[in-house]
């Protein structure tokens, strides 16, 4: 093949341009040509030479790695493989993943490997590379755990696809699930990523092939849902490259030959005109793809000067970029590749080539063979080792950690439009906000906070990164290598920024296993074509909350959903990007809980005291108009609350939800949520309320029976337990404030200490008798129980024993308009029975202090909401900064007579524990349910602060219990 002058000078200006923004435009332009091995060698010579001008981490090196990994020169490929292994390159991860994103198969060992370490990205990697060389039979390769996103399990059913098993990626199709969250975007979006993947096995084509054709079929008759039908047909499109998105049928231009080799003829296309734009106002201004399809019409030796000529130094760079991606996309549509109708051309490292083998790798062994891509030693380019000199070589099978180090590390980002890096973002375009995390790197935005520095599993943390922004979301995966020095690969985050704002403010939230691990506030100012440039900062990104201790518990169960407020308003992270929801106003329902709730729960009680009823013996009286009413009214307020959200979208985010309140003075009653209907004036508990009550089930038998447990429109003449969240749901609430000093489970440390001691105390205004019992059942369950009288007891007892379980059954009180709390007989000077808030301390709680901190029962007469306490935020919450594991108190005021029966059955529950993985969130639940069971209405408002995940200590009757965790000081 003779050399084509056209790609020379195309060569040549990359070479010679001085802008690397347009040379590394010209470099991917060139890229889309079929070169001669001579001009591999020279594009492979002008990449190195943009490599080794930049230093490490810089993002234009970055770039250029990525085009390097794409030029199919086995000595090239090489030194990339020898950089991407060493441990003293500093972008030795970044030389990694232009490899994987290149179809290297010399990274199927190591992305196989890191499966193994929950890095469910590599699934879409994997199904791009020949694993079929790798692997002997499908079942080697794992199947995605429970709960991964949909999307991992699509990667991993094409990859599987590739071993010959076709059923899983058939199963997916043909399920009623939710298709993956890949196919809720525009189908171009979706093919490009699936297009990724060629070429295919020859099995795999012809088994794609012969689905699709079932597919139609299916359709027809009825068998196959239209959208599953849709997404499967652009699965096959995109993967076998028979048509694309729209299902035209993809093929090269006629006569195409090779690209550079054509001879221009007569009335060719006038480009510099073309892309001037409309003569008329009135005329639609053609997308850059359109342009293209017009331009790949005529021969690439007519069209790559005239583009080259539109390039030239006299022109902005933003016009010069695009006049070359112009060039990539012509020599796409003329070699039979697909062009998105989107596809703008100034976005030239989007959807770069795949290169042609150059390795024919024996991938267990990494043996790589000869091929006919050789170079003369001469022309074989160099790439410099950018090493950090601070931290050496190191073992890439021992990763450091770097213990003893500060981690510097933190989220960096940084805005893509048009392929074009910027700090601020573009009015009127879709634009993508690059984030990973790492230390702070030039001609990027950095969080203005390290993480702070925890330990980190050799293996890394596989992350969840979410964006929220209005009525936008998005989501993505990325991966925090344990090493200190080490960045995360980046997550690409679309956002479609609209016309008439001048600044954007969105929220990124971090999550492991579900649970916040870092918030971060996102601004920048916002620019507008054809104005004067914006007047705000450019990007920011400034830590709000999180919590990196919740890393030291890799096994943790994992949370369904993040929910924050603050500003009146409800962002829901569950995994496919953050929405937003307007709460409304619960005022009434927080005064039903403070008002009716009590009042309610006084009349029960009296009613059955009246009735020689020991309140042991006490059941829920489902007949009582009383109790009908009270359910009734909750039922009513919960279904509108819900009812609310739906009305925006909102969706039941799961069973397990972390709750974040950014706003103390307001309470969020996600507890009371009713989600089975509005239930009619006179309506009954359902017929599976005992059940419920008395067990574990998430599902009712008698509604989850029916269609009435539904999705929640239209009235009920039932009303069901399992209706209202705080029954059927683990709620875990926390202080955005206090995250670092909640006392939180680890590895090592998953279970609360052995309840073998505890302290009581409590207000006079708690019957004797009640006091009495409950110090019966704490000396029959507990062998150190100590009941104290005073605050002065208090503290001294918790100085001196640290005990794992602290109950206070106190009366919360005013003073001259100061709030205290009150425990022993009103008969005692001040200092002994009154603590003011200020005075609330570590020295009540865990004063060491003792890690895992004790369990806090805060119980007792007005210990929630009135005119002076914020409610169970205000003291409660106050408690978690004092080191305490788990703080338990009620959401509405609480009846002195019921305090101890509640602590009594709580102790009780406590330490019957009887299963190994028994956590607090779970225990919690069952204790309302018991508690509800015996008629105790105001089970309804308990609630905990504290991390779920805590296992409790078992316990076996006439068995000795094991010792503390961690042993108290002498």
Not at 801 to 813: G, K, M, S
Request: charge should be negative.
């Amino acid at each position: 093949m003779s050399p084509s002058p056209a790609i020379a000078a195309l060569l040549e200006f990359a070479r010679e341009e001085p802008d690397v923004r347009v040379r590394l435009a010209a470099l991917a332009a060139t890229l889309h040509l079929e070169l001669t091995p001579a001009q591999r060698g020279e594009l492979a010579q002008a990449t190195c030479a943009v490599i080794d001008s930049f230093p490490a981490a810089a993002y234009p090196r970055h770039l250029a790695l990525a085009l390097a990994a794409r030029i199919p020169q086995r000595s090239l490929r090489e030194r990339l493989h020898a950089l991407a292994a060493d441990p003293a390159e500093a972008d030795a991860e970044a030389v990694a993943s232009a490899l994987e994103a290149a179809g290297d198969p010399i990274r199927i060992v190591p992305l196989l490997a890191g499966l193994h370490q929950g890095r469910t990205a590599n699934y879409r990697l994997l199904a791009a590379l020949p694993i079929e060389r790798a692997l002997e039979s499908a079942a080697e390769l794992p199947e995605p755990r429970n709960g991964i996103a949909e999307d991992a399990r699509f990667w991993w059913a094409l990859a599987r696809a590739r071993l010959g098993d076709l059923s899983p990626l058939e199963s997916l199709f043909y399920a009623d699930d939710n298709l993956p969250f890949l196919f809720w975007d525009e189908p171009w979006s979706a093919y490009e990523q699936i297009a990724a993947i060629k070429p295919l096995p020859p099995r795999q084509h012809a088994q794609l092939l012969a689905l699709l054709a079932q597919a139609d079929a299916d359709e027809a008759a009825g068998t196959l849902d239209p959208e599953q039908a849709r997404a499967l047909r652009l699965t096959v499109w995109a993967a076998t490259g028979t048509a694309d998105a729209e299902g035209t049928p993809l093929r090269a231009l006629p006569a195409a030959g090779h690209p550079g080799l054509e001879v221009p003829g007569a009335g060719h296309l006038d480009i510099a005109a073309l892309l001037a734009g409309p003569a008329a106002d009135t005329q639609p201004v053609p997308t850059d793809a359109q342009l293209a399809a017009l331009i790949a019409g005529e021969p690439a030796a007519y069209f790559i000067p005239r583009l080259l000529a539109l390039a030239g130094p006299e022109r902005p760079s933003e016009a010069r970029i695009r006049a070359l991606g112009l060039i990539a996309l012509a020599a796409d549509l003329r070699a039979g590749r697909p062009v998105a109708p989107h596809r703008r051309a100034a976005d030239f490292m989007r959807n770069l080539p795949r290169p042609e083998p150059v390795i024919d790798a024996q991938v267990i062994t990494a043996a790589r063979a000869a091929d006919d891509l050789t170079a003369a030693p001469s022309s074989r380019p160099q790439l410099a080792s950018h090493a950090r000199a601070a931290h050496g070589a190191r073992s890439m099978a021992a990763p450091h950690t770097g213990a003893g180090e500060a981690d510097q590390r933190r989220v960096n980002a940084l805005i893509i439009v048009d392929g074009l890096v910027r700090l601020r973002f573009v009015a009127g375009r879709r634009q993508f906000i690059r984030c990973w995390i790492g230390l702070p790197q030039a001609q990027a935005a950095a969080a203005d906070a390290p993480i702070p520095t925890v330990d980190i599993p050799d293996e890394g943390l596989a992350l969840s990164v979410e964006l929220c922004w209005q009525g936008q979301g998005a989501a993505g995966l990325i991966h925090l290598p344990a090493k200190r020095s080490a960045r995360s690969e980046d997550c690409d985050l679309p956002i479609d920024v609209p016309e008439g704002i001048d600044q954007l403010e969105a929220e990124l939230l971090f999550r492991f296993k579900g649970k916040v691990f870092e918030a971060v506030r996102l601004t920048a100012a916002v620019e507008h074509e054809g104005r004067p440039a914006a007047t705000g900062a450019d990007l920011q990104l400034a830590v709000q909350f999180g919590q990196r201790a919740v890393i030291e518990l890799p096994e943790r169960s994992a949370f369904d959903a993040t929910i924050t407020f603050g500003s009146a308003e409800m962002r829901v992270f569950a995994g496919k990007g953050g929405k937003i929801f307007d709460l409304g106003s619960t005022s009434a329902l927080v005064r039903l809980l403070n008002d009716k709730l009590f009042l309610k729960d006084v009349s029960l009680v009296r009613r059955r005291s009246q009735q020689g009823v020991d309140e042991r013996d006490a059941v829920l009286d489902a007949d009582d108009p009383d109790v009908l009413e009270l359910f009734c009214d909750l039922a009513r307020h919960g279904a509108t609350l819900y009812q609310d959200l739906r009305s925006q979208g909102f969706v039941d985010p799961g069973e397990r939800l972390q709750l974040v309140n950014h706003d103390p003075k307001r309470y969020v009653p996600l507890e009371f949520v009713y989600d089975r209907g509005f239930p009619r004036r006179g309506a009954r508990l359902c017929a599976g309320w005992q059940a419920v009550l008395g067990g574990e089930a998430v599902r009712c038998p008698a509604c989850d029976a029916t269609e009435a447990a539904a999705a929640g429109g239209g009235r009920s003449d039932t009303i069901c337990p399992l209706g209202f969240w705080s029954i059927r749901k683990v709620i875990e609430r926390t202080d955005p404030a206090r995250l670092q000093d909640l006392s939180t489970p680890t590895a090592p440390r998953r279970r609360l200490r052995a309840l073998n001691a505890a302290l009581c105390a409590s207000s006079d205004k708690v019957p004797e008798d009640n006091r009495a019992e409950l110090g019966a059942t704490l000396a029959a369950a507990i062998p150190a129980a100590t009941v104290v009288s005073d605050w002065a007891q208090w503290e001294a007892a918790v100085a001196r024993d640290a005990p794992p379980l602290l109950i206070l059954l106190a009366h919360h009180d005013l003073d001259d308009g100061l709030d205290y709390l009150e425990i022993g007989s009103e008969a005692l000077d001040e200092e002994l029975k009154w603590r003011f808030r200020p005075e609330l301390n570590e020295r009540l709680i865990n004063p060491p202090p003792v890690e895992p901190g004790p369990i806090v029962l805060l119980l007792g007469c007005l210990t929630a909401a009135d005119n002076a306490e914020m409610g169970y935020s205000g003291l409660a919450n106050t408690f978690t900064a004092f080191r305490a594991g788990v703080v338990l108190g009620t959401l509405a005021k609480i009846l002195g007579r019921h305090a101890a029966p509640l602590a009594s059955e709580l102790v009780s529950e406590l330490v019957a524990v009887d299963m190994p993985d028994a956590d607090f969130g779970t225990v919690m639940r069952r204790v309302r349910r018991r508690m509800l069971g015996r008629g105790y209405l105001m089970a309804l408002s308990l609630v905990s602060l504290g991390d779920a995940e805590w296992h409790l200590p078992q316990s076996h009757p006439g068995q000795a219990r094991p010792p503390a965790d961690t042993a108290a000081p002498p």
